[in-house]
C-alpha cells in the first residue's frame, strides 16, 4: 500500500505541479509550449545523435502527423515534463545541473532543483525499484521530501492546493485498500 500511495502522489499531484511549471514558463516570444517545440528543432530531429523527445513522446505531443492538432499537456507523463521543462521553458538551472540528483544539495530550494526531485523521486520508487515493498518508515520518509517540494513549488509559483491534493491522495488510496 505505502508504494501505491507513492505512486500515485507522484504520477497525480507532482504531475499536476509539473505541468504548471511547464504552462507558466514557456518563454515569452512563444504563444504556447507547442510552438517553443517546433521552435526548438532539436526537440524533434537530433541532439548528440539521438532525439530529446522519442517516437512516443512526440506522438503524445503532435497526435495529428500534420502537425495541425497538438496533444493535451494533462497527457503528458513525468518523463515528457521534465524534458520539455528542462529544454523548453524559462526554469532556470538547478545548482547541481540537469540530470544530476538535486539532493546532494539540499539547500537548493529553486524551482529547478524542484523539478529535479521528482524526477529523482519517480525514478527511486516507480521508475527504477526492483521491490514494491516500502516499510513505513521509508513511506513516511518520502512524503515528507515529496510534501517539501510541492511547499517549494508552491512558494516559487505562488499558489497553493498541491500539499492540499497529497494528503487527499493519501485518504483516498487508505479508503480504496480498506475497501477492497
Not at 513525468?78 to 521543462?85: A, C, M, P, V
Amino acid at each position: 500500500m505505502n508504494h501505491a500511495r507513492l505512486c500515485i502522489a507522484i504520477v497525480t499531484v507532482c504531475g499536476n505541479a509539473m505541468r504548471e511549471i511547464l504552462s507558466t514558463h514557456v518563454p515569452s516570444s512563444y504563444t504556447d509550449i507547442y510552438q517553443a517545440i517546433l521552435a526548438n528543432k532539436s526537440m524533434l530531429t537530433s541532439r548528440q545523435g539521438r532525439p530529446l523527445l522519442n517516437k512516443d513522446q512526440i506522438k503524445v505531443v503532435f497526435p495529428d502527423p500534420q502537425g495541425k492538432k497538438t496533444g493535451k499537456v494533462d497527457q503528458f507523463d513525468l518523463s515528457l515534463l521534465y524534458t520539455l521543462i528542462k529544454n523548453i521553458s524559462t526554469v532556470p538551472n538547478p545548482g547541481n545541473g540537469w540530470g544530476n540528483d538535486p539532493n546532494d544539495q539540499p539547500r537548493d530550494n529553486s524551482l529547478g532543483a524542484s523539478v529535479e526531485r521528482i524526477r529523482s523521486y519517480r525514478n527511486h520508487i516507480i521508475g527504477h525499484s526492483m521491490d514494491v515493498k516500502i516499510s513505513q518508515q521509508d513511506f513516511e520518509d518520502y512524503w515528507n521530501k515529496i510534501d517539501a517540494v510541492l511547499s517549494d513549488i508552491e512558494r516559487e509559483l505562488g499558489t497553493q492546493g498541491y500539499r492540499g491534493q497529497l494528503e487527499k491522495q493519501k485518504t483516498q488510496v487508505i479508503s480504496i485498500y480498506e475497501a477492497c
